[in-house]
Nanobody, 122 residues
Framework: QVQLVESGGGWVQAGDSLRLSCAAS??????MGWFRQAPGKERDFVAH????????MYADSVKGRFTISRDNAKNTVYLQMNTLKPEDTAVYYC?????????????????WGQGIQVIVSS
Protein backbone atom coordinates (compact mmCIF):
# COMPACT_ATOMS: atom_id res chain seq x y z
CA GLN A 1 0.00 0.00 0.00
CA VAL A 2 1.39 3.36 -1.03
CA GLN A 3 1.47 6.13 1.52
CA LEU A 4 2.80 9.65 1.45
CA VAL A 5 3.12 11.14 4.91
CA GLU A 6 3.85 14.83 5.27
CA SER A 7 5.32 16.44 8.37
CA GLY A 8 6.93 19.67 9.48
CA GLY A 9 4.15 22.17 9.01
CA GLY A 10 3.16 24.74 11.56
CA TRP A 11 2.60 28.37 12.39
CA VAL A 12 5.50 30.79 11.99
CA GLN A 13 6.19 34.50 11.66
CA ALA A 14 7.02 36.16 8.38
CA GLY A 15 10.72 35.77 7.65
CA ASP A 16 11.00 32.46 9.49
CA SER A 17 11.83 29.08 8.00
CA LEU A 18 10.20 25.66 7.95
CA ARG A 19 11.16 22.33 6.47
CA LEU A 20 8.48 20.00 5.21
CA SER A 21 9.12 16.30 4.82
CA CYS A 22 7.26 13.70 2.81
CA ALA A 23 8.05 10.07 3.47
CA ALA A 24 6.90 7.63 0.83
CA SER A 25 6.25 3.99 1.55
CA UNK A 26 5.15 1.09 -0.56
CA UNK A 27 7.25 1.91 -3.62
CA UNK A 28 9.73 4.34 -5.06
CA UNK A 29 8.80 7.14 -7.44
CA UNK A 30 10.42 8.84 -10.39
CA UNK A 31 9.22 12.32 -9.51
CA MET A 32 8.10 13.84 -6.25
CA GLY A 33 6.85 17.31 -5.65
CA TRP A 34 4.97 19.79 -3.56
CA PHE A 35 1.78 21.68 -4.28
CA ARG A 36 -0.18 24.06 -2.10
CA GLN A 37 -3.71 25.32 -1.78
CA ALA A 38 -4.56 28.55 -0.04
CA PRO A 39 -8.06 29.18 1.33
CA GLY A 40 -10.50 29.90 -1.47
CA LYS A 41 -7.91 29.30 -4.17
CA GLU A 42 -7.00 26.52 -6.52
CA ARG A 43 -4.13 24.18 -5.91
CA ASP A 44 -0.82 25.57 -7.14
CA PHE A 45 2.48 23.97 -8.05
CA VAL A 46 5.38 24.73 -5.71
CA ALA A 47 8.30 22.51 -6.74
CA HIS A 48 9.23 19.04 -7.90
CA UNK A 49 12.31 16.95 -8.36
CA UNK A 50 13.10 14.01 -10.58
CA UNK A 51 15.03 11.06 -9.24
CA UNK A 52 16.65 10.04 -12.55
CA UNK A 53 18.66 13.20 -13.19
CA UNK A 54 18.11 15.37 -10.16
CA UNK A 55 16.15 17.96 -12.14
CA UNK A 56 14.25 20.39 -9.95
CA MET A 57 11.67 22.96 -10.93
CA TYR A 58 10.12 25.76 -8.90
CA ALA A 59 7.20 28.09 -9.13
CA ASP A 60 8.31 31.68 -9.72
CA SER A 61 6.73 32.72 -6.44
CA VAL A 62 9.12 30.55 -4.41
CA LYS A 63 12.33 30.66 -6.45
CA GLY A 64 15.27 31.70 -4.33
CA ARG A 65 13.39 31.02 -1.09
CA PHE A 66 12.38 27.36 -1.27
CA THR A 67 14.60 24.36 -1.96
CA ILE A 68 13.41 20.86 -2.76
CA SER A 69 15.68 17.93 -2.02
CA ARG A 70 15.45 14.19 -1.72
CA ASP A 71 16.94 11.32 0.24
CA ASN A 72 16.68 8.25 -1.95
CA ALA A 73 17.71 5.92 0.83
CA LYS A 74 14.82 7.15 2.97
CA ASN A 75 12.42 7.54 0.03
CA THR A 76 11.75 11.02 1.35
CA VAL A 77 11.47 14.44 -0.25
CA TYR A 78 11.95 17.69 1.62
CA LEU A 79 10.91 21.27 1.07
CA GLN A 80 13.09 23.81 2.84
CA MET A 81 11.14 27.06 3.02
CA ASN A 82 13.04 30.20 3.95
CA THR A 83 11.99 33.82 4.26
CA LEU A 84 8.38 32.80 4.53
CA LYS A 85 5.71 35.32 3.65
CA PRO A 86 2.05 35.51 4.69
CA GLU A 87 1.10 34.63 1.11
CA ASP A 88 2.83 31.26 1.60
CA THR A 89 0.03 30.31 3.99
CA ALA A 90 -1.64 27.22 2.58
CA VAL A 91 -2.14 23.52 2.92
CA TYR A 92 0.89 21.88 1.36
CA TYR A 93 0.50 18.57 -0.46
CA CYS A 94 3.17 16.06 -1.33
CA UNK A 95 2.71 14.31 -4.68
CA UNK A 96 4.46 11.37 -6.31
CA UNK A 97 4.67 10.12 -9.87
CA UNK A 98 5.76 6.82 -11.34
CA UNK A 99 7.30 8.50 -14.37
CA UNK A 100 9.53 11.39 -15.39
CA UNK A 101 6.75 13.32 -17.09
CA UNK A 102 4.69 14.64 -14.22
CA UNK A 103 3.70 18.25 -14.87
CA UNK A 104 3.41 21.36 -12.70
CA UNK A 105 -0.28 21.25 -13.53
CA UNK A 106 -0.51 18.10 -11.45
CA UNK A 107 -1.02 15.87 -14.47
CA UNK A 108 0.92 12.64 -14.22
CA UNK A 109 1.00 12.46 -10.46
CA UNK A 110 -0.32 9.13 -9.20
CA UNK A 111 -0.43 9.65 -5.47
CA TRP A 112 -1.09 12.54 -3.13
CA GLY A 113 -0.54 13.08 0.56
CA GLN A 114 -3.26 14.30 2.86
CA GLY A 115 -1.76 17.74 3.20
CA ILE A 116 -0.18 19.71 5.99
CA GLN A 117 -0.97 23.23 7.13
CA VAL A 118 1.52 26.06 6.98
CA ILE A 119 0.49 29.40 8.46
CA VAL A 120 2.69 32.47 8.16
CA SER A 121 1.65 35.48 10.18
CA SER A 122 2.77 39.01 9.46
Amino acid sequence: QVQLVESGGGWVQAGDSLRLSCAASGRTFSTMGWFRQAPGKERDFVAHTRWSDGMSMYADSVKGRFTISRDNAKNTVYLQMNTLKPEDTAVYYCAASSNDYARPTGAGYDFWGQGIQVIVSS
